[in-house]
């Protein structure tokens, strides 16, 4: 019998809340790739790996940094990648699309579940890419 990979499990650990289950599944990837928060790389080191796992480590860190810095700072720090992960992976373009022409916490802060449980979906879709 096969059992579930780390990604699964988290995913199902943490299904309750899904943008902790992303936080956690962001997290497992950058601890696999060995990419720690005070590397001067780190940037360049999460662009290199496969496309999706990227985009769902970027959103992640997008996420954690508007509760660390407020929505206001974070439009200003890799926006627009973010904006663009958002309409062409998730496929959310109307919620990219809020992200960079409101620039409303409330609009944002009414939008985050969706955005959470889109990237769940995604990394279900894409499970293989994500730590085994």
């Given at each position: 019998?096969?059992?579930?990979?780390?990604?699964?499990?988290?995913l199902?650990?943490?299904?309750?809340?899904a943008?902790?289950?992303?936080?956690?599944?962001?997290?497992?990837?950058?601890?696999?790739?060995?990419?720690?928060s005070?590397?001067?790389?780190?940037?360049?080191?999460?662009?290199?790996?496969?496309?999706?796992?990227?985009?769902?480590?970027?959103?992640?860190?997008?996420?954690?940094?508007?509760?660390?810095?407020?929505?206001?700072?974070?439009?200003?720090?890799?926006?627009?990648?973010?904006?663009?992960?958002?309409?062409?992976?998730?496929l959310?373009?109307?919620?990219?699309?809020?992200?960079?022409?409101?620039?409303?916490?409330?609009?944002?802060?009414?939008?985050?579940?969706?955005?959470?449980?889109?990237?769940?979906?995604?990394?279900?879709?894409?499970?293989?890419?994500?730590?085994?």
């Amino acid at each position: 019998m096969h059992s579930a990979s780390l990604t699964q499990r988290l995913l199902n650990q943490h299904r309750h809340d899904a943008e902790d289950a992303l936080q956690q599944v962001a997290l497992a990837v950058l601890q696999q790739e060995a990419i720690r928060s005070d590397s001067v790389l780190r940037l360049e080191r999460i662009a290199a790996l496969p496309p999706p796992v990227a985009g769902v480590v970027t959103l992640a860190e997008w996420l954690a940094y508007v509760d660390w810095e407020g929505i206001d700072s974070a439009l200003y720090v890799n926006v627009e990648a973010v904006a663009a992960f958002i309409a062409d992976d998730l496929l959310l373009p109307e919620a990219a699309a809020n992200l960079l022409q409101a620039r409303d916490a409330a609009v944002f802060d009414a939008q985050r579940p969706l955005l959470a449980a889109a990237a769940l979906l995604f990394i279900e879709r894409h499970i293989a890419l994500f730590p085994g």
